[in-house]
């Protein structure tokens, strides 16, 4: 099955700095990859995701870049705020999330 | 508005007493899915299910049980649990990223 794995675990950052997380999977059928923003006793919520017919996709300050070849895809968050601070989840699954495995999470911490 | 809806959020037991945590969905989706998540250890998949009476073992299936009787409703079964069933769990219906229920910490005592 589907294995994917991400680094670093913890991530520090200072305010306005950028932030770049990144995970590879192990499937070569995985084709749809989202990323999870997990705040301190809440649930996961999705921040943004990626499908393996597109390379690079952005929403304001945050992207997601995927490299099919390599099977590998990273976050990258700019100009962060004190409020980016959470855990990341990044995930890959078959198509329309069946099946959605994680990686083990990033803790990010941006320092004001 | 779309939503995963879990009960109970908190929970604690003793061994080997029977439980169920419910979870059900206003989506439509045909797609469930229960996690626990643990630290260090990310949200590892203990059962899918991809219709109503369609059910499969995901990564870390043992201790647990489930059913789908119906397309809204995915409850979670743990017949005997044991303290390393501590964990937040999560029942989530992903299509195309989804929506996780707002998780259940369960402890084992």
């Known amino acids: 099955g589907e294995n994917v794995e991400q680094h670093p675990s913890t991530l520090s950052v200072q305010e306005g700095d950028s932030a770049v997380i990144k995970c590879t999977y192990s499937?070569?059928?995985?084709?749809?990859f989202p990323w999870y923003k997990q705040e301190l006793g809440k649930r996961p919520q999705l921040i943004i995701d990626?499908?393996?017919?597109?390379g690079e996709k952005k929403d304001q300050r945050i992207a997601v870049t995927l490299n099919k070849t390599a099977k590998h895809f990273s976050l990258h968050i700019t100009e962060t705020q004190p409020e980016d601070s959470a855990v990341y989840f990044c995930?890959?699954?078959?198509?329309?999330?069946?099946?959605?495995?994680f990686g083990a999470g990033t803790r990010l911490t941006v320092k004001p | 508005e779309a939503q995963v809806t879990q009960n109970p959020r908190y929970l604690i037991t003793v061994t080997g007493k029977k439980l169920t945590v419910t979870c059900s969905q206003n989506?439509?989706?045909?797609?469930m899915s229960w996690y626990r998540q643990d630290p260090g250890l990310g949200l590892r998949q203990i059962y899918y299910?991809?219709?109503?009476?369609?059910?499969d073992k995901g990564d870390v299936p043992e201790g647990y049980k489930v059913s789908r009787k119906e397309k809204r409703n995915f409850p979670l079964i743990l017949e005997s649990p044991s303290p390393n069933q501590t964990s937040l769990y999560f029942c989530?219906?992903?299509?195309?990223?989804?929506?996780f229920g707002s998780g259940t910490r369960l402890t084992v005592v």
């Open positions: 989530a219906s992903l299509r195309w990223g989804g929506t």
């Open positions: 299910s991809m219709n109503v009476e369609v059910t």
């Open positions: 989506m439509n989706h045909e797609y």
């Open positions: 990626i499908r393996s017919n597109v």
């Open positions: 499937d070569s059928a995985s084709n749809y």
């Open positions: 995930a890959a699954s078959g198509l329309a999330g069946y099946d959605m495995r």
